[in-house]
């Protein structure tokens, strides 16, 4: 199962920003147990109808993070997020709007030590009412079809989409400077959410 990601961290420290994670057999991002994971101003997506893209199976979700599992006792996992896009489509043969790309597990006994989502853009039915105030919850962020592009794994924005200028400033001083997007073009007062900057 984990094979597939884009990015696996079990119990350990990420910090990962201006990152676009894309065309995954799984998903685009699995966390697990233990650690301190942040996330700032990422794109995580996967779109299989593209040409030579992986189909993933439609029960496998674009972003995972889960406190323990079935065959190991959980940790203590601090999850932040902020200014990133979930979304994408499941599978090519389902139906793109009855599909989550966000799973959260967490138990009593497990719970997260921390949990911090905001200004994130998340294709989500089962966290809707809980992340609905602080985030954008299934509004597309790529109103034009990815899958039309000439480049399919363009993940730039266009002017219409619901990512810009969403976004909140963030910098953690002395570690990283995120006025830059992940094409090294400057964020301006009002940022965008996801790795990439509109640029008109």
Same mark, same amino acid.
């Given at each position: 199962?984990?094979?597939?990601?884009?990015?696996?961290?079990?119990? /350990?420290?990420?910090?990962?920003?201006?990152?676009?994670?894309?065309?995954?057999?799984?998903?685009?991002?699995?966390?697990?147990?233990?650690?301190?994971?942040?996330?700032?101003?990422?794109?995580? /997506?996967?779109?299989?109808?593209?040409?030579?893209?992986?189909?993933?199976?439609?029960?496998?979700? /674009?972003?995972? &993070?889960?406190?323990?599992?079935?065959?190991?006792?959980?940790?203590?996992?601090?999850?932040?997020?902020?200014?990133?896009?979930?979304?994408?489509?499941?599978?090519?043969?389902?139906? @793109?709007?009855?599909?989550?790309?966000?799973?959260?597990? &967490?138990?009593?006994?497990?719970?997260?030590?921390?949990? /911090?989502?905001?200004?994130?853009?998340?294709?989500?039915?089962?966290?809707?009412?809980?992340?609905?105030?602080?985030?954008?919850?299934?509004?597309?962020?790529?109103?034009?079809?990815?899958?039309?592009?000439?480049?399919?794994?363009?993940?730039?924005? @266009?002017?219409?989409?619901?990512?810009?200028?969403? !976004?909140?400033?963030?910098?953690?001083?002395?570690?990283?400077?995120?006025?830059?997007?992940?094409?090294?073009?400057?964020?301006?007062?009002?940022?965008?959410? !996801?790795?990439?900057?509109?640029?008109?």
């Amino acid at each position: 199962m984990l094979s597939g990601f884009g990015l696996i961290g079990v119990n /350990t420290d990420i910090l990962m920003y201006n990152t676009l994670v894309t065309n995954c057999t799984s998903g685009s991002v699995y966390n697990l147990l233990d650690g301190n994971y942040v996330y700032i101003n990422n794109t995580f /997506t996967n779109y299989p109808n593209a040409p030579a893209a992986f189909n993933r199976e439609k029960d496998i979700k /674009t972003f995972y &993070a889960a406190t323990t599992t079935d065959d190991i006792e959980g940790g203590n996992m601090v999850l932040y997020m902020k200014n990133n896009i979930i979304y994408g489509e499941n599978s090519a043969t389902e139906p @793109e709007d009855n599909l989550d790309e966000l799973v959260l597990v &967490a138990t009593d006994n497990f719970p997260f030590a921390e949990l /911090t989502m905001l200004n994130n853009i998340i294709k989500t039915n089962e966290f809707d009412s809980l992340f609905t105030d602080l985030n954008i919850i299934n509004v597309n962020p790529f109103p034009v079809d990815v899958n039309s592009r000439p480049d399919k794994y363009d993940f730039s924005l @266009e002017e219409n989409s619901s990512a810009v200028d969403a !976004g909140f400033p963030e910098d953690i001083p002395g570690i990283i400077d995120l006025s830059q997007d992940l094409a090294g073009n400057y964020r301006d007062a009002f940022w965008d959410i !996801g790795a990439y900057e509109f640029v008109p």
